[in-house]
Nanobody, 121 residues
Framework: QVQLVESGGGLVQPGGSLRLSCTAS????????MGWYRQAPGKQRELVAT???????NYGDSVKGRFTISRDNAKNTQYLQMNSLKPEDTAVYYC???????????????WGQGTQVTVSS
């Protein structure tokens, strides 16, 4: 079974920076895409950023110019560098990956447990 584990969340002041990491472990044959989503209290889960195995990147409008997603394919790890953080960035951030566990298998979505990011003075 595949597991995704996030780390790096915490409390940061407005304007500050934080870097999240997510590592996929277990029976990972191929990762088609990885990304980050977030969910604030009372709101729907929303896209933050995604990156495909080919390097195509997509950002949510609210984080463009402030957040940067990257991957280390050899480590099955993705990162989210968050700069110029705002109070409205406060949410639980979830790692997502579309992963095939065997050859010729279409990818299935896996989710991490989430890590809390709080932006407050």
């Amino acid at each position: 079974q595949v597991q995704l584990v996030e780390s790096g969340g915490g409390l940061v002041q407005p304007g500050g920076s934080l870097r999240l990491s997510c590592t996929a472990s277990g029976k990972v044959f191929n990762i088609f895409a990885m990304g980050w989503y977030r969910q604030a209290p009372g709101k729907q889960r929303e896209l933050v950023a995604t990156v495909t195995s080919g390097g195509s990147i997509n950002y949510g409008d609210s984080v463009k110019g402030r957040f940067t997603i990257s991957r280390d394919n050899a480590k099955n790890t993705q990162y989210l560098q968050m700069n110029s953080l705002k109070p409205e960035d406060t949410a639980v951030y979830y790692c997502n990956a579309r992963i095939a566990t065997i050859a010729r298998q279409i990818g299935s979505d896996y989710w991490g447990q989430g890590t809390q990011v709080t932006v407050s003075s």
